[in-house]
């Protein structure tokens, strides 16, 4: 069983900054890249960045400039580092990894269960 968990959402004015988590967790053999998503009511799922195993970047249009990804391989986690928030930044943000568990011979993506983010005008 893996398992993705989020935290480091909640509510903050705009301008100010938050710092997302994401840890996984289980029976894991190798991680091969960790992102976040995010949706906003009546909105579509995107990207907001992702991060290989090899610690390339990819950063969705919305955060370049405001966001960083990064991750600590020891303990399987991602963390992603939101600055200069706009009220246009709220959503529900999901956590997503390319985990291939021990008991398989590929990978499979795993999605955390989301944490809201709300920035206040």
């Known amino acids: 069983q893996v398992q993705l968990v989020e935290s480091g959402g909640g509510l903050v004015q705009a301008g100010g900054s938050l710092r997302l988590s994401c840890a996984a967790s289980g029976n894991i053999f190798s991680i091969n890249a960790m992102g976040w998503y995010r949706q906003a009511p009546g909105k579509q799922r995107e990207l907001v960045a992702a991060?290989?195993?090899?610690?390339?970047?990819n950063l969705g249009d919305s955060g370049k400039g405001r966001f960083t990804i990064s991750k600590d391989e020891h303990n399987n986690t991602a963390y992603l580092e939101m600055n200069y928030l706009q009220p246009a930044d709220t959503a529900v943000y999901y956590c997503?990894?390319?985990?291939?568990?021990?008991?398989?011979?590929?990978?499979?993506?795993?999605w955390g269960q989301g944490t809201q983010v709300t920035v206040s005008s």
């Open positions: 997503a990894a390319e985990i291939r568990p021990r008991d398989l011979t590929y990978f499979k993506r795993y």
């Open positions: 991060i290989s195993r090899t610690g390339n970047t």
